[in-house]
C-alpha cells in the first residue's frame, strides 16, 4: 500500500522557518523524483520543489528560491522541505509528490500559515 504522510505544518510568524517531512511507504522510493506542491486558499496548486531521486538535482520556484531548500533521505525514504523567511503569501497546504513514469502518488497535504 502506497502512503506518502506529511507532518510538519503549522502556524509561525512571517520571517520565521518551518521544516515539512513526508515519509514514503509501498513503493521504491529512491527511484522516484519527489516534489512539493502547494495550494494557497482560493488558488491553484503550484509547484514548489523537486528533487531527484538520487537528490543529485533540485528545482525551485521564482517565489521560493533562496528561501526553501529541498532535500530527501533516501535511507529512510523520506524528504523534507526546509522553510526559512517565511511570508504571508508562503500560506498554503502543502503537498508531497513521488513521480517516476508512468506512476505518480500524492500525500494527504499539511497546512501552513504565515501570520501575525
Known amino acids: 500500500q502506497v502512503q506518502l504522510v506529511e507532518s510538519g505544518g503549522g502556524l509561525v510568524q512571517p520571517g520565521g522557518s518551518l521544516t515539512l517531512s513526508c515519509v514514503a511507504s509501498?513503493?521504491?522510493?529512491?527511484?522516484?523524483?519527489m516534489k512539493w506542491y502547494r495550494q494557497p486558499p482560493g488558488k491553484e496548486r503550484e509547484l514548489v520543489a523537486s528533487i531527484s531521486s538520487d537528490g543529485g538535482y533540485t528545482w525551485y520556484g521564482n517565489s521560493v528560491k533562496g528561501r526553501f531548500t529541498i532535500s530527501r533521505n533516501n535511507a529512510e525514504s523520506t524528504h523534507y522541505l526546509q522553510m526559512n523567511s517565511l511570508k504571508p503569501e508562503d500560506t498554503a497546504v502543502y503537498y508531497c509528490k513521488a513521480e517516476r513514469y508512468p506512476s505518480n502518488y500524492w500525500g494527504q497535504g499539511t497546512r501552513v500559515t504565515v501570520s501575525s
Open positions: 509501498g513503493f521504491a522510493f529512491s527511484t522516484f523524483a
